[in-house]
């Protein structure tokens, strides 16, 4: 066998496709204690984390490290949200953090997977359960913040891209002590209404703020609600547990509001394009028409010449026999007609009497005779 050899950047390529195309390893939480902690000055946080018995080296990109709340440091007992990743050029692999909380903070994060396995395991995150959405309703409620950024993104885009369809607004808190509460309030006002779509969430906020999304009797009301539902809460990663159970998910209002609905101008082109396809449509019918009626026209007046023809024949036919029966045809071939003097044809000698006038039809001209015996 030909023998293949690969290189060592082939092998490590395939490591870290290996490693990061295992679900498993995807937006793990990680617990341990922060060490070799370096903040580098583009914002990239370089550290390991580790516990009694292992250690593993982990990063995290400025994009991520400047959302979170603390300044990370050695010794800081911690929960990380991380992916597996693999270094390719030292063949080294490790945590690829998005989110990074203290302890406590991340017990909170902990009991959230708890829950939020829980509910996976009753089924209600399987996606057999979601609806379609009609994006062409006649009517969308919302329910989000009163005064905020997200119902007037909603709104707006809405109503620029159908605004054929009616909105229906649930104003409740989206954060805070009170926002579980007031948001399963206003989902429950929104079940009396006819609605083709609900759309739940907020709009742009910390982390730490979309506790209210996670509310588990929240959760699984929203799990039964009679029309479809869009959530909208406005993280990629953080997702929240509305995100899963809801039939559609987008990261802004505005995605939101493409997900609920068609955009006028698409229907506007489709029906350009459907009256341009009618219009070519029927002129290729009447083209066929008229293609049709001038064949079928030469095929009439060949029919009508061919019926002419016939009866011509027939009429001829029926011409010689009339000829053949008629009595002129008779005399002209030398035979005559003798008629009594009351104008009846003799055929009998018996009809007349000596003395009685008769009188006899040739072809040309008639005889005047008296019965002599």
């Not at 990063?59 to 959302?67: E, G, I, L, R």
């Given at each position: 066998m030909e023998r293949i050899v690969y290189s060592v950047?082939?092998?490590?390529?395939?490591?870290?496709?290996?490693?990061?195309?295992?679900?498993?390893?995807?937006?793990?939480?990680?617990?341990?204690?922060?060490?070799?902690?370096?903040?580098?000055?583009?914002?990239?946080?370089?550290?390991?984390?580790?516990?009694?018995?292992?250690?593993?080296?982990?990063?995290?990109?400025?994009?991520?490290?400047?959302?979170?709340?603390?300044?990370?440091?050695?010794?800081?007992?911690?929960?990380?949200?991380?992916?597996?990743?693999?270094?390719?050029?030292?063949?080294?692999?490790?945590?690829?953090?998005?989110?990074?909380?203290?302890?406590?903070?991340?017990?909170?994060?902990?009991?959230?997977?708890?829950?939020?396995?829980?509910?996976?395991?009753?089924?209600?995150?399987?996606?057999?359960?979601?609806?379609?959405?009609?994006?062409?309703?006649?009517?969308?409620?919302?329910?989000?913040?009163?005064?905020?950024?997200?119902?007037?993104?909603?709104?707006?885009?809405?109503?620029?891209?159908y605004p054929l369809a009616g909105i229906y607004f649930f104003p409740a808190s989206v954060q805070g002590e009170n926002a579980p509460k007031e948001l399963l309030e206003a989902f429950k006002k929104s079940q009396e209404y006819d609605l083709d779509t609900l759309i739940i969430g907020r709009g742009g906020g910390a982390s730490e703020d979309l506790s209210a999304f996670n509310d588990e009797t929240l959760v699984r009301a929203v799990a039964n609600s009679k029309m479809p539902v869009i959530a909208a809460v406005g993280h990629e990663i953080d997702s929240t547990l509305i995100d899963y159970i809801a039939d559609k998910r987008a990261s802004t209002p505005t995605g939101a509001a493409e997900l609920a609905t068609v955009d006028q101008r698409e229907i506007i082109q489709k029906l350009a394009y459907a009256s341009t396809d009618m219009k070519e449509a029927l002129i290729n019918k009447v083209d066929n028409m008229k293609e049709a009626t001038s064949s079928y026209k030469e095929a009439l007046a060949n029919a009508l010449k061919n019926k002419i023809y016939n009866y011509n024949l027939r009429l001829s036919a029926y011409q010689k026999q009339l000829l053949a029966l008629n009595p002129k045809g008779v005399l002209s071939r030398g035979y005559s007609i003798t008629l009594d003097a009351s104008g009846k044809p003799i055929t009998n000698s018996k009809q007349v009497s000596k003395g009685e006038k008769i009188t006899t039809i040739l072809e040309k001209g008639q005889i005047k005779s008296t019965v002599e015996e």
């Open positions: 950047k082939d092998i490590n390529t395939y490591i870290k496709a290996s490693l990061t195309n295992d679900d498993n390893l995807k937006y793990i939480y990680v617990k341990g204690e922060i060490s070799n902690c370096k903040i580098a000055a583009t914002g990239h946080i370089y550290f390991s984390i580790k516990d009694d018995d292992s250690i593993i080296n982990a990063v995290m990109f400025a994009n991520y490290a400047s959302k979170i709340t603390f300044s990370p440091k050695n010794g800081d007992e911690v929960i990380l949200l991380a992916s597996v990743d693999v270094y390719i050029p030292r063949g080294s692999y490790q945590l690829f953090v998005y989110d990074i909380s203290l302890e406590g903070q991340g017990n909170i994060l902990l009991e959230l997977e708890k829950l939020k396995k829980k509910l996976a395991a009753e089924g209600l995150f399987d996606e057999d359960r979601k609806r379609k959405i009609n994006i062409y309703p006649k009517a969308i409620g919302i329910i989000t913040a009163k005064n905020s950024a997200a119902i007037r993104d909603l709104v707006f885009n809405i109503k620029r891209r």
